[in-house]
């Protein structure tokens, strides 16, 4: 059987787990429910799937039913552990797949209850690493928190470290969890008491015996009580980085909308960089003035830059 990891799906069936830690809380505020969909990648013999949810911190194991996607084809699974359950998938199949997942709250689309919806690709072998990245990440910050998603992708519990940097290069006391075999710890960052409000960052998130591969999935979002406060903006972790990166798509001014971009140093030694703009075949170059220390985070407001 070939493996699919479903990095962290974050599984929240009309009522998220109550806390057990302090950092383990309610997850974003309503009732949620998840959705995979996958693709047989396979254009000649069908896929037999099954998904195995693992819940939260406990790793306590439930089938959540197999399904056969004829070749080249596609299908929805709408998950159904029981209700209040947070936690992660395992996707198993003879054949390659390709999968993502979604979560949205139980609303009614109207002003006072608007909809929310975010999603996140799946994680093949080649996308978790014993050392993970995530480059965008809040605290209170204008209205908006973050939670970070970490799955142990063996089935031996492993122990993570969780580092902090914000955008001004100071750091935070690291937070030390314990995670199940294939289960996964929702962070949410609202409860992390070592950090404060205003928060705006990076994390690096690794596992201790420098082995156990990880998948790591984030957002940041806001309060979700009218339309223009009903954002979720959820996004994989990384597990490399590069000396020169592509974003595909950015706005400035544009309907209003603007985009954001942050760079964070994963390397060992501090470095220059430089932003390249590309709008209506016009260049347009951005050179950082200062070097960005190693473990450094910096955030670029495109109307500001």
């Known amino acids: 059987m070939k493996k699919l990891l479903i990095l962290s799906v974050v599984i929240a ?15 974003i505020a309503g009732s949620w ?3 995979v969909s996958c693709i047989n990648q396979s254009e000649d013999n069908d896929a037999a799937v099954e998904l ?30 029981s ?35 975010a999603a996140t690709k799946g994680f093949d072998a080649n996308e978790i690493s014993p ?8 605290k209170e910050f204008y209205g908006w928190n973050s939670y970070i998603a970490v799955q142990n992708t063996t089935d031996t519990e492993t122990d993570v470290t969780i580092s902090f ?36 960052g990076a994390a690096t998130i690794s596992s ?28 994989n972790g990384s597990s490399t980085g590069s000396n020169t990166l592509y974003a595909p798509y950015i706005v400035m001014n544009y309907y209003l909308y603007n985009s954001g971009i942050m760079v964070q140093n994963i390397g060992d030694a501090p470095t220059s960089f430089k932003i390249t703009y590309t709008f209506a075949g016009t260049d ?22």
């Open 208 to 235: 201790d015996d420098g082995i156990t591969p990880l998948a790591v999935s984030t957002a940041f979002y806001n309060a979700g009580i009218s339309p223009a406060t009903s954002q979720i903006h959820a996004w």
């Open 284 to 305: 347009y170059v951005y050179q950082h003035p200062t070097e960005l220390k190693a473990g450094e985070t910096k955030d670029f407001y495109l109307p500001n830059v």
């Open 13 to 27: 069936l009309f009522l998220a787990l109550s806390p057990t830690n302090n950092v383990r809380a309610q997850f």
């Open 83 to 117: 209700s209040g359950s947070i936690g992660s998938l395992v996707i198993q199949s003879n054949q390659p797949l390709t999968c993502a997942v979604d979560y949205s709250a139980k609303t009614t689309g109207t002003s006072a209850n608007p909809y929310r919806f």
């Open 33 to 35: 429910q998840s959705n």
């Open 165 to 200: 940097v914000d955008r001004f290069t100071n750091t935070y006391p690291d937070l030390n969890i314990s995670i199940p075999g294939f289960a996964n710890e929702v962070i949410m960052l609202a409860d992390v008491p070592s950090l404060p409000a205003m928060f705006i």
């Open 52 to 81: 195995i949810f693992y819940e939260e911190s406990t790793g306590n194991k439930l089938s959540l039913g197999s399904e056969v996607v004829p070749a080249g084809k596609s299908t929805n699974f709408v998950l159904s552990p």
């Open 131 to 138: 050392v993970m990245y995530v480059s965008q990440i809040e």
